[in-house]
């Protein structure tokens, strides 16, 4: 399985960007997908989460300003940022909780990061 992450960039302080990541391979169901972040210097963290069904859960630093959606069709999960701070500066890393056809096991999928700078 693949995850591929796009939308990163340069953008000012207030602005907005929207993150994609699209999964792809032999790939039966997929549970939870996610957005985790790690700036220089700093662990991981969770960004937001959206469940199968819909269900969504986020950091407590970017509720009301980032939004998490997906598209099961399309194995595919978004995250529209908005009214962006210099901290939300990072490496951005989607993750799926994939169930392969090979092994029929939950497997937890990582795509390669986009950058989000954002500038003061």
């Known amino acids: 399985v693949q995850l591929q992450a796009c939308g990163g960039g340069l953008v000012q302080a207030g602005g907005s960007l929207r993150l994609s990541c699209i999964a792809s391979?032999?790939?039966?169901?997929?549970?939870?997908m996610g957005w985790y972040r790690q700036a220089p210097g700093n662990e991981r963290e969770l960004v937001a989460i959206i469940t199968s069904g819909g269900r969504t859960v986020y950091a407590d630093s970017v509720k009301g300003r980032f939004t998490i959606s997906r598209d099961n069709a399309k194995n595919t999960v978004y995250m529209q940022m908005g009214s962006l701070k210099p901290e939300d500066t990072a490496v951005y890393y989607c993750?799926?909780?994939?169930?392969?056809?090979?092994?029929?096991?939950?497997?937890?999928?990582w795509g390669q990061g986009t950058l989000v700078t954002v500038s003061s």
């Open positions: 993750n799926a909780l994939v169930v392969l056809r090979t092994t029929m096991v939950t497997h937890s999928a």
């Open positions: 391979g032999s790939i039966v169901s997929i549970n939870a």
